[in-house]
């Protein structure tokens, strides 16, 4: 069994939308691309309680997502310090 944390990128069973998990839940290993939670919780988009599903392909775009958004902030953050160093 797994825990996975809340935050992560759930899919719903009806909708097929993906939601962030609203707080740590069990579920199964990967067993190829998608992991079964084994607790219940509510879709936020379509209103569905049930046992949904955390795909690996959410995961990383996530991460991807996360990733680039970091890089930008750290890109932006070296230009202010060299504009700041310039206009020393």
């Given at each position: 069994m797994t825990t996975y944390p809340a935050g992560i990128p759930a899919r719903c069973?009806?909708?097929?939308?993906?939601?962030?998990?609203?707080?740590?839940?069990?579920?199964?290993?990967?067993?190829?691309?998608?992991?079964?939670?084994?607790?219940?919780?509510?879709?936020?988009?379509?209103?569905?309680t049930d046992t949904h599903w955390i795909y690996a392909s959410d995961l990383i775009a996530t991460i991807v997502s996360f990733r680039e958004s970091e890089m930008s902030r750290a890109l932006q953050c070296a230009s202010d310090e060299i504009a700041a160093k310039a206009a020393q």
């Open positions: 069973n009806r909708c097929d939308k993906v939601f962030p998990l609203p707080k740590d839940r069990n579920g199964g290993g990967f067993n190829g691309n998608a992991a079964r939670l084994q607790q219940m919780c509510l879709c936020p988009r379509c209103g569905q």
